[in-house]
């Protein structure tokens, strides 16, 4: 990627340019052939520049190389970056190195860290996995996770399959649940099946409800066909 200080570039083709007649906008052969070596174009003629202007040709192209580097683009040429150029996109590298090793994104080089912040991204990647674990949510490395966190882990899963039971979304293992709970999920499906029922849905199983709740079903079905009988056509 070429970055080009747009600003910079058409003040100094303006600068060296010979201004057109009031009558025309065509510009000069000049002005043109430096528009093309300040924007990289193939149809650049450095030959056909002033001495000032390849100098300034040359601080563009360089600083474009710079952040080339810099942002750790592919046109970076590391061979034409200065000493102190060259520090500073190896400092920038292992800056976004550490951060993507913090935030467990992106391409981490371990070998790049000292012995400090390898420590604090080993220990982040332990939280990162223990919230993991504890969310039922991706990959969870039962590995890493001390006893005090297995148990945590086993309890947050055990939750997750109760509320997936209670809600009747998700995958629900009964198998997983005390007596007590499997009782609980029985009241709330079938408070479920009963609110679909009444409101006349599709996911209503008439199966599943008692002769108390049939007649209530009824009742209400009656009722909004009334209803409807009474609407105007």
Request: with cysteine; glycine share 4%.
């Amino acid at each position: 990627m070429r970055i080009c200080r747009w600003i910079f570039c058409l003040a100094f083709a303006a600068s060296f340019a010979p201004l057109p007649a009031a009558s025309q906008n065509i510009p000069s052969p000049h002005a043109e052939n430096l528009q093309n070596c300040l924007e990289g174009f193939a149809d650049c003629n450095l030959a056909r520049l002033r001495p000032q202007e390849k100098q300034a040709i040359q601080s563009i192209k360089q600083e474009n190389n710079f952040m080339d580097c810099f942002h750790g683009y592919s046109d970076c040429d590391q061979k034409k970056l200065t000493v102190g150029q060259q520090q500073e996109v190896a400092d920038a590298r292992r800056i976004q190195n550490l951060q993507n090793c913090i935030d467990g994104l992106g391409e981490c080089n371990t070998a790049l860290l000292n012995d400090a912040d390898r420590h604090e991204v080993a220990l982040l990647a332990r939280v990162r996995n223990l919230q993991t674990c504890l969310d039922g949510v991706g990959d969870c490395n039962q590995a890493q996770l001390n006893d005090d966190e297995k148990r945590q882990a086993a309890d947050a899963k055990h939750f997750h399959n109760l509320e997936d039971c209670l809600e009747g979304l998700g995958e629900c293992d009964r198998a997983q649940l005390s007596s007590e709970e499997q009782q609980d999920v029985a009241r709330a499906t079938d408070s479920r099946n009963l609110k679909e029922c009444l409101g006349s849905s599709d996911l209503c199983d008439p199966s599943n409800l008692t002769p108390a709740e049939r007649q209530e079903v009824a009742v209400a079905t009656q009722a909004t066909q009334n209803q409807d009988r009474k609407l105007p056509n």
